[in-house]
């Protein structure tokens, strides 16, 4: 990221972190709106915030300073919803409607995707969107939204149609406030608090044809699937600022022993390869260096090997430290996120390894 976009981003999450006065579980947004972070990553508020590297910035910031991937995470994942979907697909009129208020903090938007077991497979996902002349009715369940309690907009992926055998998909901008929408509550995830989540019902709820988000004949693989591969990419920041938040509660724990300083050297080093990695995944979203897969596989897996030597340096301290037990058992809770997407990019870039030997 530029230097003045990361700057920008610094002196924004700063004056949040001032606002907030360490207390951010009473209102995890209100100082966030206030220190204008919401602008970060939209277009309208120049070009030192209009861009994935902002949003990433910004995530690793909240994590480095809090040690909550839960409230990150949430954060980051309104700027990306809005940033793909509503400024990459929407049309003049959708973007004057919502991007400003998006941006001053005055609406929260959450993706529908998944749905009750099924998850987000596009052979098994059920809500449906029937063309009724003036709109579209839409029926069915989501499950696993992001932010959900707090939206007032979601952007809802129903099947439109299906041809020869395949289902086709669009998205649809549903205010919470339409007939027949309704959120249920799910069971709270304590390790990733503030975040929430929740499943929606959508009993007939009519939507006008200008609800309708980008016009191509399916939005799943215009959409669906590279909402996955960005959400991963920009996450890596997440786990970055997590990182460097333990590797800080470790030092502070640990005796200071010529073996344990050790430890906490090659930690620290191995920290810095995350750090530096998750930036170029994340500046190649920008169009700025090359889409290389493997940064993405290899940061997982090697924060995973440094949460786990952290935990090992750490000892009983890791539980007996309540900040510190959360924190780990929302990297824990996280890891499990769409693990078979992860599982399956894996196994393509595993077969990529000397297939043109092969051939």
């Known amino acids: 990221m530029p230097q003045d976009s990361s700057l920008e981003v610094a002196r924004r999450v700063d004056g949040w972190w001032e606002s907030a006065k360490g207390n951010v579980s009473a209102d995890p947004f209100g100082p966030m709106a206030r220190a204008g972070l919401f602008q970060v990553g939209l277009p309208g508020a120049g070009a030192a915030l209009d861009s994935y590297r902002a949003i990433a910035a910004a995530e690793q910031a909240i994590a480095g300073k809090t040690g909550l991937l839960g409230l990150a995470s949430a954060f980051a994942a309104r700027q990306m919803t809005a940033r793909f979907f509503i400024a990459g697909f929407a049309d003049g009129d959708q973007r004057g409607t919502w991007l400003p208020r998006i941006a001053a903090g005055e609406v929260c938007t959450a993706i529908a995707i998944s749905e009750p077991g099924a998850g987000a497979h596009p052979k098994h996902l059920q809500t449906t969107a029937e063309s009724d002349g003036p709109g579209f009715v839409i029926r069915g369940r989501k499950a696993w939204v992001t932010n959900g309690p707090v939206a007032d907009l979601f952007l ?59 016009d191509m004949p399916d939005a799943y693989p215009a959409m ?27 030092a502070g724990h640990v005796e200071r022993t010529e073996d344990n300083v050790l430890r906490l050297g090659r ?50 301290a890791a539980q007996a430290d309540d900040p510190t037990a ?17 599982k399956a990019r894996q196994i393509r870039l595993g077969n990529s390894i000397g297939s043109e030997k092969q051939e």
Request: aromatic share 4%; with cysteine; charged share 25%.
């Open 156 to 214: 809802v992926l129903a099947v439109i149609g299906v041809e020869a055998g395949r289902k086709r998909y669009g998205l649809f901008l549903v205010p919470k406030d339409t007939a027949g929408f309704k959120i249920v509550p799910m069971k709270a995830l304590g390790a990733l608090a503030p975040a929430t989540h929740c499943e929606l019902e959508l009993d007939g709820c009519k939507v006008p044809a200008s609800a309708r988000l980008g």
């Open 224 to 250: 669906a699937l590279p909402f996955r591969d960005i959400e991963d990419t920009v996450g890596t920041a997440n786990v970055s600022g997590l990182l460097s938040w333990l590797l800080e509660k470790a």
């Open 267 to 316: 930690i620290a080093g191995l920290v810095s390869l995350v750090q530096a990695a998750s930036r170029l995944a994340v500046a190649a979203l920008d169009g700025d260096g090359d889409d290389v897969p493997a940064r993405v596989i290899g940061v997982r897996l090697l924060a995973r090997d440094i949460v786990g030597e952290i935990r090992e340096l750490l000892g009983q």
């Open 326 to 342: 959360r924190a780990l058992a929302a990297f824990d809770m996280l890891a499990q996120v769409a693990r078979e997407p992860r």
